[in-house]
T-cell receptor
Framework: GNSVTQMEGPVTLSEEAFLTINCTYT??????LFWYVQYPGEGLQLLLK?????DKGSNKGFEATYRKETTSFHLEKGSVQVSDSAVYFC?????????????FGRGTSLIVHP | EAQVTQNPRYLITVTGKKLTVTCSQN?????MSWYRQDPGLGLRQIYY???????DKGDVPEGYKVSRKEKRNFPLILESPSPNQTSLYFC?????????????FGPGTRLTVT
């Protein structure tokens, strides 16, 4: 079956540090890949996505590149802010099956200190 | 404004007392889904619906029921809640036509069963 593996958290950084959150997946074919962010007390919201190999999704200074050869979709940001403190979820939607039921990773908590 | 709404946002109840959590979306999405979020376990899908009158079990359906009589509404029913159903619940919706559509999440319902 499909699966998404994210690095364990929490990830603790100082403001302006570089961020990487690793995400690898298992799925047949070419799934669509997503990063969602959950701010404290809120629901998840889409951060960025990529729908085919070598695509780069970007938003709010965050980037992730769809790497088919390594089945990865790592999230990066060059300079984090305190306001980036949140839980980040990597997810995939399979390319086949008709219902495209998404699979989520377990989430990675990011804490950014001033 | 495009949104998914859930009610109530917070609920404390006792074991065995039937309850319903409502979910409504205004985006004409075909696909709707319920998740529960527990510490260390990430998001787990309870039930999903591909369209009106079409529902199916997710990964953790035991103890829950759903119905989809209208396209915009997807209530979650706990007929006899138990303490192990204490959790944070999210409703989500998206278009159903392909894997590249992101999900839109509600703000969450925090349920405590004593």
């Amino acid at each position: 079956g499909n699966s998404v593996t994210q690095m364990e958290g929490p990830v603790t950084l100082s403001e302006e540090a570089f961020l990487t959150i690793n995400c690898t997946y298992t799925a047949t074919g070419y799934p669509s890949l997503f990063w969602y962010v959950q701010y404290p007390g809120e629901g998840l919201q889409l951060l960025l996505k990529a729908t085919k190999a070598d695509d780069k999704g970007s938003n709010k200074g965050f980037e992730a590149t769809y790497r088919k050869e390594t089945t990865s979709f790592h999230l990066e940001k060059g300079s984090v802010q305190v306001s980036d403190s949140a839980v980040y979820f990597c997810a995939l939607s399979p390319a086949s099956g008709g219902s495209y039921i998404p699979t989520f990773g377990r989430g990675t908590s990011l804490i950014v200190h001033p | 404004e495009a949104q998914v709404t859930q009610n109530p946002r917070y609920l404390i109840t006792v074991t065995g007392k039937k309850l319903t959590v409502t979910c409504s979306q205004n985006m004409n999405h075909e696909y709707m889904s319920w998740y529960r979020q527990d510490p260390g376990l990430g998001l787990r899908q309870i039930y999903y619906s591909m369209n009106v009158e079409v529902t199916d079990k997710g990964d953790v359906p035991e103890g829950y029921k759903v119905s989809r009589k209208e396209k915009r509404n997807f209530p979650l029913i706990l007929e006899s809640p138990s303490p192990n159903q204490t959790s944070l619940y999210f409703c989500a919706s998206r278009l159903a036509g392909g894997p590249y559509y992101e999900q839109y999440f509600g703000p969450g319902t925090r349920l405590t069963v004593t």
